[in-house]
């Protein structure tokens, strides 16, 4: 049985270690913000919102939340966001998504000053994460970097695939495994021979939005596997894009799902917040 990478373990120690560097930014009369722009209704961003707003009460940082009409227009999105990004007392914006489909996230996206974009979305963000240069980093795959070197799992030299290559997930994971000086492959959908090339992986990222779709034919003995998928199965129960049942036995690390990668992604939007307002006492 593989070492279970304890996901919501790991997200109390980083959120407890902020709420620390937040009360001694306190201490020198530094503030943390956040701004939550949520957009109608939806039930699924009503309970990630949520969530945000309780780790940032955890922590001590203020979330400031704006609960817009389903139907707002662009110009008014789009001046909420510049409004929020003159505003010195805010440290960090983040617009949950998806957006309504009249609306232009991506325009909203690049609307966000790059020094408040949490959430590292914009351009200069996801362009300076490729270049080697300081910036926001997109929050779930800066939470599988954590969970790894948490779990003394060593990244350099390893073969490292990625398999997905959003904008959100796969793209920045490649980034950041080659950062730490990782081999990195990044498989899609056009990928020839998936599980062999899987099967090469001393590190295996599965963010291909399929449930229980990695079974051990793709997965080398000892191998640590990431699973960044959610999904409710067919059994009612949530699972994620790797059969754990199938691979758990060939492995020597795994995350679960529930609570693997998934309570990462919040502590390190937090931990960007402190970072943002840290910055904000040096520049
Ligand atoms: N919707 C689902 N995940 C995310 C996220 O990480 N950030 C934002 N802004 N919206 C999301």
Redesign the pocket.
Known sequence: MAFIIDGKKISAEIKEELRETVAALKEKGVSVCLAVIQVGDDPA?SV?VGNKKKACAFIGIESRAFELPADISQEELMDLVGDLNADPSVDGI?????LPSHLNEKEVTRAISPEKDV?G?HPQNVGALSIGEEGFV???PAGIIQLLKRSGIEIEGKECVVVGRSN?VGKPMAMLLLRENGTVTVCHSRTKDLPKVCSRADILVAAIGKPRFFDDTYVKEGAAVIDVGIHRGDDGKLCGDVDFQKVKDKVSAITPVPGGVGPM?IAM?MYNCVEAAKRKTTS
């Open positions: 961003s990630y983040l617009v949950q998504l998806p959430d979305f997109s929050c779930t959100i992604t939007l």
